[in-house]
């Protein structure tokens, strides 16, 4: 079991910028995907990016991409979501998780706890 711990969530406002980090320990992170989702209040959760941890192809939702982009340091096991031009819309607990390289949350076997990321003036 992989165990993942995200920070860098926070307060912006429209159309500012955070990073999140996703820090892995335990068994080794280089043969799994990484993805990153959110849930907004009183919605489901849904996918925003994810990444090839050996390949680094890259997979994103239609409403983020050209925003956020998603990088491994295979070096530190971590991995990021750079997130820019943030919108209101884009507020939301924030999970990453690791597992078969994927769009669906249900390819993935190890999540952490989640960052909440509010944008709001």
């Known amino acids: 079991q992989v165990q993942l711990e995200e920070s860098g969530g926070g307060l912006v406002q429209p159309g500012g910028s955070l990073r999140l980090s996703c820090t892995a320990s335990?068994?080794?992170?280089?043969?799994?995907?990484m993805g990153w989702f959110r849930q907004a209040p009183g919605k489901e959760r849904e996918f925003v990016a994810a990444?090839?941890?050996?390949?680094?192809?890259?997979s994103y939702k239609d409403s983020v991409e050209g925003r956020f982009t998603i990088a491994v340091d295979k070096a530190r096991n971590t991995g990021y979501l750079q997130m820019n031009t943030l919108k209101p819309e884009d507020t939301a607990v924030y999970y990453c998780?690791?597992?078969?390289?994927?769009?669906?949350?249900?390819?993935?076997?190890?999540w952490g706890r989640g960052t909440q990321v509010t944008v709001s003036s």
């Open positions: 998780a690791a597992g078969h390289y994927s769009v669906y949350a249900y390819e993935y076997d190890s």
């Open positions: 335990g068994r080794a992170f280089s043969r799994f995907g």
């Open positions: 990444i090839s941890w050996n390949h680094g192809t890259t």
